[in-house]
């Protein structure tokens, strides 16, 4: 297969991480026979600087003349500092979701098992844990109207929802329970927002359509508590897009690390992948951000074009990688291994698909010697 895919490293760590995702990528192209073509564009900060445009016109025309978006991470301390700030990198990729109808982010989390010794969450209560979060990408209080008044006392954020806008990520959901543990639970506040209210009569009239998925609701407030004392519970979360920007962040805390959580968001025409973790400027440069959020994230892209066999290979190389502690310091304070080295080995184990064992006096250079 041939794909033309736009890269879009971003800010902080985004240039590091995603030239990992990309190393893996050309392996997973060299092993199958594929031919996967990259080219790049700035956003974010990254582009300010550039162009003063957080999404310039030539990085849109890129994403929407390509097959797929791998993307890196966006965010600066200068915007950061300054809330008065009118142009802000997450401008860039707000923008970038709305132009290209990315309604839908899909984000799956799961207890790795060599990991859970590094989860905050006891282990008994995480163990065995996996679901996949139904966030809507492109509607409510994040799109909303804004408003501030002229002596800069009051501040309003409109969220507004329509039931097609609803419809159509409930779909989504119920669809992949179907194929998992069949069961959605949708999380929203219907006992105070009318909004959410809305979101639980429509999903309620869908779940007709897929009488064998069970329904659940929760409220936020609840769900936040659930994911923390039993998120085995969970199989498909479907929500909105504030609270699912806030729950899947939690839901972090499963896998022993947020540098490992990957995402989708999907439209009816374009596909952008990308680490729900953030710039973290104050780790660029150093080598030592986690490149397995973004090689997961790779992976994610692979199985949209139903290529499952190689999407399974980067899984199961990132899975081996973690088996032998190969990994940086956020996952095991003891790791030496820089962001270069991780992504050099999981490019290895890819290529070298049989039994092995790696020389591991090479690894410390940075190399990957199949013994």
Known sequence: MKL???????????????????????AIAERFDHKFLFEEAVVGAAAIYKTKNPLPETTIELCKKSDAVLFGAIGDPKYDSNPSAKVRPEQGLLKLRKDLGLFANIRPVRAFERLIKHSPLRPERIE?????????????????????????????????YSAEEITRMAHLAFKAAQKRRKKVTLVDKANVLETSRLWRRTVKKIAEDYPEVE??????????????????????????????DIISDEASVIGGSIGLLASASVGKEYALFEPIHGSYPQAAGKGIANPIASILSAAMLLEHFNLLEEASAIQTAVDKSLEMNICTS??????????????????????????????????????????
């Open 215 to 244: 329904v659940d609701f929760l409220y936020v407030d609840n769900a936040a508590m659930q994911m923390i004392i039993n998120p085995k519970q969970f199989d498909v979360i479907l929500t909105e897009n504030m609270f699912g």
């Open 4 to 26: 033309n895919i736009a890269v879009l490293p971003g800010d902080g760590i985004g240039p590091e991480i995603t030239k990992q995702s990309v190393k893996v990528l050309k």
């Open 128 to 160: 065995g844990a996996d679901m996949v979060i139904y966030r809507e990408l492109t509607g409510g209080i994040y799109f909303g109207k804004k408003t501030l008044s002229e002596d800069a006392q009051v501040a309003s954020d409109l969220c507004v």
């Open 330 to 371: 956020d996952i095991s304070k003891e790791s030496s291994y820089s962001t270069e080295k991780v992504g050099t080995i999981i490019e290895s184990l890819i290529l070298n698909n049989e039994d092995f064992k790696i020389n591991s006096n090479n690894l410390s250079l940075g190399q990957a010697t199949i013994i």
